[in-house]
């Protein structure tokens, strides 16, 4: 990876690792749907002043006739799903173990990238890292397996949800959408999300509870514009450089930005489960893409 790819791409990760704190703190007040709905309205209408002003970036009708259906299926699993999923979890789950569980994004991400992917093919030491990896996410959701079925159980089960359909996106994405600009992939996006989320709220809340304290709106705003409009801008355009099983390991990064800030901010806590279970799942993944980290590869 290049040395400004790496710089975007940590400069991603610390964004990102900020955002579980702020939708911890959202959902103390607003629906998960309610945040979601806000988080795309406010960062589709972050990237326009980012189109208009850049003259090289144009949406045409041509555009949208070709890919009007790929918005719609990343709308749906790179934001409405998983974001509604992660606001969910965050109602039950610590918002630095979200974080990482969350980082076992890479893992799906190998298995459905070895189907349509042509150059990520699953190989024994992905099959190693698999194991190891889930190995680690079963031993992070044991406290709560032993317990039976609770709702920490069923959020940290939403979150593993969530994982799968980003890995999802980014595969698609890499194959459908990499002939238009980030900007554009962003913005498209998240305005199909904007209206399936707005849909959403509208057909399951009655009232709406919208935001009143202002640290709710600074955590909307925060997630809108930092975590959603500059994050997939950096997102789409590392993806399409470095491909989508080293982009998704940017998921590496947040869990050390998120379990500092939940210990600092939130008086979360952080067991001998959460240490190990880390180690396992950030170690699966480094096994399983040992070729991709130690040699140099052409794009998948």
């Given at each position: 990876?290049?040395?400004?790819?790496?710089?975007?791409?940590?400069?991603?990760?610390?964004?990102?690792?900020?955002?579980?704190?702020?939708?911890?703190?959202?959902?103390h007040e607003?629906?998960?749907?309610?945040?979601?709905?806000?988080?795309?309205?406010?960062?589709?209408?972050?990237?326009?002043?980012?189109?208009?002003?850049?003259?090289?970036?144009?949406?045409?009708?041509?555009?949208?006739?070709?890919?009007?259906?790929?918005?719609?299926?990343?709308?749906?699993?790179?934001?409405?799903?998983?974001?509604?999923?992660?606001?969910?979890?965050?109602?039950?789950?610590?918002?630095?173990?979200?974080?990482?569980?969350?980082?076992?994004?890479?893992?799906?991400?190998?298995?459905?990238?070895?189907?349509?992917?042509?150059?990520?093919?699953?190989?024994?030491?992905?099959?190693?890292?698999?194991?190891?990896?889930?190995s680690g996410?079963?031993?992070?959701?044991?406290?709560?397996?032993?317990?039976?079925?609770?709702?920490?159980?069923?959020?940290?089960?939403?979150?593993?949800?969530?994982?799968?359909?980003?890995?999802?996106?980014?595969?698609?994405?890499?194959?459908?959408?990499?002939?238009?600009?980030?900007?554009?992939?962003?913005?498209?996006?998240?305005?199909?999300?904007?209206?399936?989320?707005?849909?959403?709220?509208?057909?399951?809340?009655?009232?709406?509870?919208?935001?009143?304290?202002?640290?709710?709106?600074?955590?909307?705003?925060?997630?809108?514009?930092?975590?959603?409009?500059?994050?997939?801008?950096?997102?789409?355009?590392?993806?399409?450089?470095?491909?989508?099983?080293?982009?998704?390991?940017?998921?590496?990064?947040?869990?050390?930005?998120?379990?500092?800030?939940?210990?600092v901010f939130?008086?979360?806590?952080?067991?001998?489960?959460?240490?190990?279970?880390?180690?396992?799942?950030?170690?699966?993944?480094?096994?399983?893409?040992?070729?991709?980290?130690?040699?140099?590869?052409?794009?998948?």
């Amino acid at each position: 990876m290049k040395s400004r790819d790496s710089l975007l791409f940590w400069i991603l990760g610390l964004v990102w690792g900020t955002s579980f704190l702020w939708i911890k703190i959202a959902v103390h007040e607003v629906s998960p749907g309610v945040l979601v709905a806000f988080r795309a309205l406010i960062a589709a209408l972050g990237l326009i002043p980012v189109i208009l002003l850049n003259k090289k970036i144009k949406i045409t009708g041509e555009d949208i006739r070709k890919h009007y259906l790929d918005f719609i299926f990343m709308g749906f699993f790179n934001i409405a799903f998983p974001f509604m999923m992660i606001a969910w979890a965050e109602q039950f789950v610590d918002s630095g173990m979200t974080s990482i569980i969350n980082s076992s994004t890479p893992l799906s991400a190998i298995i459905i990238s070895s189907f349509f992917v042509k150059d990520d093919r699953i190989t024994l030491p992905k099959v190693a890292g698999l194991l190891t990896g889930f190995s680690g996410v079963i031993l992070l959701m044991s406290p709560n397996i032993q317990e039976g079925w609770n709702q920490n159980l069923f959020g940290q089960g939403a979150i593993l949800l969530a994982t799968i359909s980003y890995s999802i996106a980014a595969v698609f994405a890499r194959r459908k959408i990499h002939d238009l600009a980030p900007p554009v992939q962003a913005f498209t996006q998240l305005v199909t999300s904007t209206v399936m989320m707005w849909i959403f709220v509208f057909a399951t809340e009655n009232p709406i509870g919208f935001p009143q304290k202002p640290i709710t709106w600074l955590a909307l705003i925060w997630l809108g514009l930092l975590g959603s409009s500059f994050a997939y801008i950096l997102y789409f355009s590392l993806l399409h450089r470095i491909g989508p099983t080293r982009m998704t390991m940017v998921t590496y990064i947040p869990p050390l930005v998120a379990v500092i800030l939940g210990v600092v901010f939130l008086g979360e806590t952080f067991n001998w489960q959460s240490i190990a279970g880390t180690g396992l799942v950030l170690l699966g993944i480094t096994i399983a893409n040992q070729r991709i980290l130690f040699k140099r590869q052409p794009a998948e």
